[in-house]
């Protein structure tokens, strides 16, 4: 079956190291979306990508990057770890229809990152 | 701008009763669509229903409902008698047509035996 899948699941690091969180889709979706929860707050967007070489950045990019190589994989790296990017980062993915039609976003697991 | 409002935090029920879960958003798009997700204790994001902005009809799945209503701009969700398994936290999104997504903040259902 196709699926979204995110490694680690849980991470614990220190302040200033670099992390990279993965995330590996198996539907063939153009587009992959990087979200990070936190209490009180729902889900806010990090990153996205509409296809192969395309990133753009959302509403709290600052401090993380990512690159889309291929089609399947996304992921997003923490380039200096901060306390205040403790949180749970989930990775979605969608088709990506034409004309910009919203469609149907399904996430996965989620990774919990503690940075001490 | 696009904004999203669950302004309940948390609901807590006893098993069988009804509970409904409002949304409220703001946008200036004509073209827009409204999603609801259910994320169990267990952490993982499920999705419930995707709805767009010119189909207005109510749906009902098995005990979940939704009422849509462009004039006062919600999205409410209902879990006609709600059990234990319906304890979770759940999300409203809006979304304009640009495939992202903005979410409310989540109300955390708690259904008690």
């Known amino acids: 079956d196709a699926e979204i899948t995110q490694s680690p699941r849980h991470k614990i690091t220190e302040t200033g190291r670099q992390v990279t969180l993965a995330c590996h889709q198996t539907w063939n979706h153009n587009n992959m979306f990087w979200y990070r929860q936190d209490l009180g707050h729902g889900l806010r967007l990090i990153h996205y990508s509409y296809g192969v070489h395309d990133t753009n950045k959302g509403e709290v990019s600052d401090g993380y990057s990512v690159s889309r190589s291929n089609t399947e994989d996304l992921p997003l790296t923490l380039e200096s770890a901060a306390s205040s990017q403790t949180s749970v980062y989930f990775c979605?993915?969608?088709?990506?229809?034409?004309?910009?039609?919203?469609?149907?976003?399904?996430f996965g697991p989620g990774t919990r990152l503690t940075v001490l | 701008a696009q904004k999203v409002t669950q302004a309940q935090t948390e609901i807590s029920v006893v098993e069988k009763e009804d509970v409904t879960l409002d949304c409220v958003y703001e946008?200036?798009?004509?073209?827009?669509?409204l999603f609801w997700y259910k994320q169990p204790p267990s952490g993982e994001l499920v999705f419930l229903i995707r709805?767009?902005?010119?189909?207005?009809q109510n749906e009902i799945s098995g005990r979940y409902s939704w009422n849509f209503q462009k004039s006062t701009s919600s999205f409410n969700f209902t879990i006609t008698a709600s059990q234990v398994v319906d304890s979770a936290v759940y999300f409203c999104a809006l979304s304009r047509n640009d495939y992202k997504l903005s979410f409310g903040a989540g109300t955390t259902v708690t259904v008690r035996a």
């Open positions: 709805r767009n902005s010119f189909d207005e």
């Open positions: 979605a993915s969608s088709e990506g229809r034409a004309g910009g039609i919203t469609d149907t976003q399904y």
């Open positions: 946008t200036r798009d004509t073209t827009y669509y």
